[in-house]
């Protein structure tokens, strides 16, 4: 069974502070698929990256970074410098491969985060 | 513009009641998904379709249905055996295939009381 498990239920930062999201997932397949995903208040979620399991390189983004560590089963979320526009809700997904290549997502529980001005 | 375009916004019901959200698509994806979200709560997956005319259940499809007669378009009913209807709900839609993002539309938020 696939189980993604995002242990911060809030963090609250104050602008200009560098903040992490973690991400740990569980899967038994060889090949996946993770995803981050941002959900502002107006509540739908944007597709901010997709990392393959064979890419463990780390990815940079303006002020998002992604830390893809196959060792420790994560897939951490760094925000640089937060910005009060980064306050939102914030998603990590897991899709395999496997059981029919369906695209199905599991996701974490969120982060909310509020950076404080 | 492409995207994903949900109707309505927000939508109130009377209990007993079914009810039927919209969804619809002019990314040209064939896959198309039904999410639940409740407050403090990931995304549960409802239904998925791969393919016109076909879908399967997700993990909590118990008293809804769905309907995939176009490729554009992937209605959602909320059945009145659905025994805590009250939610958010989101549509998503993609290529086909675990490798591929989704994409969401606005999301419809229920209420039934």
């Known amino acids: 069974a696939q189980k993604v498990t995002q242990a911060q239920t809030e963090i609250s930062v104050v602008e200009k502070e560098d903040v992490t999201l973690d991400c740990v997932y569980e899967t038994r397949d060889t090949t996946y698929y993770l995803f981050w995903y941002k959900q502002p208040p107006s509540g739908e979620l944007v597709f901010l990256i997709r990392r393959n399991s064979f890419d463990e390189q780390n990815e940079i983004s303006g002020r998002y970074s992604w830390n893809f560590q196959k060792s420790t089963s994560s897939f951490n979320f760094t925000i640089t410098a937060s910005q009060v526009v980064d306050s939102a809700v914030y998603f990590c997904a897991l899709s395999v491969h496997g059981s029919g290549n369906t695209g199905k997502l599991i996701f974490g529980q969120g982060t909310t985060l509020q950076v404080k001005p | 513009d492409g995207g994903i375009t949900q109707s309505p916004k927000y939508l109130f019901r009377k209990e007993g009641q079914n009810v039927t959200l919209s969804c619809e698509q002019n990314?040209?994806?064939?896959?198309m998904y039904w999410y639940r979200q409740d407050p403090g709560q990931g995304l549960r997956l409802i239904y998925y379709s791969q393919i016109v005319n076909d879908f399967q259940k997700g993990d909590i499809a118990e008293g809804y249905s769905v309907s995939r007669e176009k490729k554009e378009s992937f209605p959602l009913t909320v059945t009145s055996a659905q025994k805590n209807p009250t939610a958010f709900y989101l549509c998503?839609?993609?290529?086909?295939?675990?490798?591929?993002?989704?994409?969401f539309g606005p999301g419809t938020r229920l209420t039934v009381t």
């Open positions: 998503a839609s993609s290529k086909t295939g675990a490798s591929y993002e989704q994409y």
């Open positions: 990314l040209n994806h064939d896959a």
